[in-house]
């Protein structure tokens, strides 16, 4: 009888695969954004390859065309991005047999999709694979940059992108991986993390008052994210 492994390189491609459509219209999106923000063809490939997060592109867009200065725009990106400090921490203590050098590439490729699938991954087995890894987070990079390139061949004829609503679309597929993170959760889990997320309302409330948009996100969701460590059953 054959044995299935779950840890194989392919395996890592058809467990991305799910998360692909959400990559697909988000690169989509953003390279049609980016090209109605002046930016060439070729930056947009650039920025898809060297930054590739979501997130910070979109934040480029906006900062680009409102003139804002190069620091400024590398300083709220960077700030955005804090969170993946957080999601390598989450994963980084199943990899710890593989090399540093190796660890580095499971890092820099780790985005919102690919964590929420590994930490699946992990409350079902308890286990990550670099081979896997490798698998899931080259399927997810090389899709992301097909699409944004491909968005900015698109967006020569869309001339007023935001009519269309795509500067929504990346919001409209984190909720839609929150959706499906708690899909399969038990009961118990569920209310734990509803009253997480409640207290990140709230803490992104109370923070606006007194920070900046960006940093009471930032901080919220490492006061939250601390919170929820301590209190996880």
């Known amino acids: 009888m054959k044995t299935v492994t779950t840890d194989s390189f392919s395996q890592g491609i058809r467990d991305c695969i799910p998360t692909l459509l959400g990559y697909i219209s988000i690169g989509l999106a953003f390279g049609v954004i980016g090209i109605t ?6 930056e947009i490939f650039l920025l898809s390859v060297f930054v590739y997060a979501g997130s910070a592109q979109f934040i480029f867009c906006g900062l680009y065309v409102a003139g804002a200065p190069v620091s400024i725009i590398i300083i709220t990106t960077f700030i955005v991005n804090l969170r993946h400090f957080l999601m390598s921490l989450t994963v980084a203590p199943h990899l710890t047999r593989y090399s540093s050098l190796r660890n580095i590439g ?7 999709e690919t964590f929420g699938v590994a930490v699946t991954k992990l409350m079902k087995e308890n ?8 698998g899931l987070n080259l399927t997810a990079y090389l899709s992301w940059i097909a699409a944004c390139t491909l968005g900015g061949i698109v967006g020569k004829w869309i001339p007023d992108a935001e009519s269309w609503g795509l500067d929504f679309a990346l919001v409209a597929m984190f909720v839609a991986l929150l959706v499906l993170n708690l899909v399969d959760v ?17 803490c992104m409330y109370i923070l606006s008052y007194f920070l900046p948009g960006h ?3 930032l901080f919220s969701t490492i006061i ?3 919170i929820g ?3 996880e059953k």
């Open 186 to 202: 038990g009961k118990s889990k569920l209310m734990h993390y509803l009253k997480l997320i409640g207290c990140v309302a709230v």
């Open 127 to 134: 286990h990550l694979g670099g081979r896997w890894m490798d």
């Open 229 to 231: 460590v301590v209190t």
């Open 37 to 42: 923000s002046n930016l060439s063809i070729l």
């Open 106 to 112: 499971f890092g820099s490729l780790l985005t919102d």
């Open 224 to 226: 939250v994210a601390t």
């Open 215 to 217: 940093l009471a996100v």
